[in-house]
Nanobody, 119 residues
Framework: QVQLVESGGGLVQPGGSLRLSCVAS????????MGWYRQAPGKQRELVAA???????NYSDSVKGRFTISRDNAKNTVYLQMNSLKPEDTAVYYC?????????????WGQGTQVTVSS
């Protein structure tokens, strides 16, 4: 079992920066792939960035070069550094923990944190 709690969302101006954090508890953090997803009103939830247990990363094309995902296994925490923010980045951002072992998927979600980019 994994419990995830996001923080760091808020209101920022276009071109600004924000750092999201997700703290995991209840299981061994280091074995999970961690990811950030986002969902805007009326739209499907989409992957923003992910980082594996061995620090391989993946980003959506819309955020590549602007966002950076990282993890600190000693703190059971994954981060999303968001730079050069645009109004279209406005969404609820969700933390995800995922593990696949022998064809079985373990998948957990946080409650989300609101990010609003507006002048």
């Amino acid at each position: 079992q994994v419990q995830l709690v996001e923080s760091g969302g808020g209101l920022v101006q276009p071109g600004g920066s924000l750092r999201l954090s997700c703290v995991a508890s209840g299981s061994i953090f280091s074995i999970y792939t961690m990811g950030w997803y986002r969902q805007a009103p009326g739209k499907q939830r989409e992957l923003v960035a992910a980082i594996t247990s061995d620090d391989n990363t993946n980003y959506s094309d819309s955020v590549k070069g602007r966002f950076t995902i990282s993890r600190d296994n000693a703190k059971n925490t994954v981060y999303l550094q968001m730079n050069s923010l645009k109004p279209e980045d406005t969404a609820v951002y969700y933390c995800n923990a995922r593990r696949v072992r022998a064809g079985k998927i373990y998948n957990y979600w946080g409650q989300g944190t609101q990010v609003t980019v507006s002048s």
